[in-house]
């Protein structure tokens, strides 16, 4: 009998065989997404040198401010009088201060309340002016914490309002309502044990006797009543503390403040006066040369750790490492090169010229060293020379802070905007493989669909033709 073998429907596994043909269509996709995730880990290293550089920044800036060649210690002979704090814009000296005045802000209280949860008024929209300026002439009677004969002059610092309804009509609504508004006047209720306890009591928030207050009230009769002060007029409150201005001399000279933080009589100088002086009290202002000591030490410490970290994320592959994820980068070098080139320089204004000759010695590739002992006889015996060698318009540290912020700015930002142009040009790219992969893989399917059909109708021919011929 004769028989015919070879063809079997549905032979041909199509998505198999098109997920094999496809695996290597692809390979140019795959190829590029390995890129660009490889320009992705270079742009997160160089966030991280970035991040360096930022720190190194921060040691220099110490090194040439408030922390460093501009740190001045503070002596007060009598720190429970005043206390004193020095900016790097100070001058070194003795200061004799004597202190006869503190300022005061004026403090005003209301008439009792029995309740200070009761509707005061009918609850009519009524209107709070604060004004605040200078009370003068006349008379004041503190028995009454009254003015007679006085005048109020505005210090110009505008009105302040503050609206009060039916919704806070109470001396405790009136209270948080001031206290709301944020005005300059700070508001309480005092209880005091009477008949009618509750009290309304306002401070204002900046002291001296150009911040007493003025009060107005446009609306209610019965709030009117009880807030409306005017010390030219009529005074429904009484001044328990008047307005004060701080009086002192600083070396024999009489100065008058508003504030008991006194930061514009001595140069770079902040006073915090805390009580009246018996007798003159002595200020030392001086260098700090711990402070600088400190400091250079950091941005030594600072400088290796960014030269470490340069080196470590450009070093390129050896036999026993696999190198720095940006090895040979353009920018990284010329960052290495610029920042060698400004260390190994010298400077010119004074008797040091270079970091070596005080103590600061550079080996390239291997950072800084600090003799400790050398600084210290630097800053101990010619600190103005010194202070030249870092600070002045051609010292190493006003270099190296042009440095850092160029390589910030310019340098790597430029680095890292032509990574992410290719990272966009990849990802198009991409995009445009993936619409031919999906025409690809169409056909693919298609083809072998066809087959897939051509080799049924032939195993069903097979088929017919083994009956017959049997």
Do not use: H
Request: net charge positive; proline share 1%; no cysteine.
């Amino acid at each position: 009998m004769a028989t015919i073998t070879g063809v079997t429907a549905g032979a041909v596994d199509v998505n198999s065989i098109v997920t094999q043909l496809m695996t290597v269509e692809r390979r140019p996709i795959d190829t590029l997404n390995q890129k660009s995730a490889s320009l992705r880990t270079k742009l997160s290293v160089l966030g991280s040198v970035k991040s360096s550089v930022s720190n190194f920044q921060a040691a220099v800036q110490k090194l040439q401010g408030s922390g460093g060649f501009q740190a001045y210690s503070v002596s007060v002979a009598d720190s429970s009088i005043f206390t004193a704090s020095a900016s790097k814009t100070a001058v070194v000296g003795n200061y004799s201060i004597e202190v006869s005045s503190l300022a005061k802000s004026q403090q005003l209280v209301a008439a009792g309340q029995a309740d200070s949860k009761a509707v005061i008024g009918s609850g009519a929209s009524t209107t709070l002016s604060f004004d605040f300026g200078t009370i003068s002439g006349g008379t004041f009677d503190s028995n009454t914490g009254k003015y007679s004969g006085a005048s109020f002059s505005s210090n110009g610092g505008g009105m302040k309002t503050v609206t009060i309804d039916s919704t806070n009509n109470t001396l405790e609504g009136i209270r948080d309502a001031i206290n709301k508004a944020n005005i300059g006047v700070n508001a309480t209720i005092i209880n005091d044990g009477g008949t009618s306890p509750y009290r309304l009591a306002l401070t204002s928030v900046s002291s001296g006797v150009s911040n007493s207050m003025s009060i107005s009230v446009s609306g209610d009769a019965a709030i009117n009543s009880l807030l409306n002060n005017n010390p030219a007029g009529t005074q429904n409150l009484s001044e328990t503390m008047s307005a004060q201005n701080a009086n002192l001399k600083v070396n024999g000279i009489a100065i008058t403040k508003t504030s008991n933080t006194v930061s514009d009589a001595i140069q770079g100088v902040t006073l915090n006066l805390n009580k009246v002086t018996a007798s003159p009290t002595s200020l030392t202002i001086t260098k700090d040369t711990a402070a600088i000591n400190s400091a250079a030490n950091d941005f030594v410490t600072a400088y290796n750790n960014l030269v470490n970290s340069l080196k470590s994320v450009s070093a390129y592959k050896t036999s026993s490492s696999s190198g720095g994820t940006l090895a040979g980068d353009p920018a990284i070098k010329q960052m290495m090169d610029e920042l060698q080139g400004i260390v190994t320089g010298t400077v010119s204004g004074g008797t040091f010229t270079m970091l070596s000759d005080v103590g600061i010695n550079s080996k390239p590739g291997t950072g800084l060293t600090l003799d400790a002992t050398k600084f210290s006889e630097a800053v101990t015996n010619n600190l103005a020379d010194l202070s030249n060698l870092f600070v002045s318009s051609s010292g190493y540290a006003t270099k190296l802070e042009a440095w850092a912020k160029s390589s910030q700015n310019v340098t790597l930002t430029t680095r890292t905007a032509n990574i992410n142009q290719n990272i966009t040009d990849i990802t198009k790219r991409v995009d445009a493989l993936e619409v031919r992969m999906a025409s690809i893989k169409k056909r693919y399917t298609a083809q072998f669909s066809n087959l897939n059909a051509v080799l049924s109708k032939l195993s069903s021919s097979q088929s017919f033709i083994s009956q017959n011929l049997g």
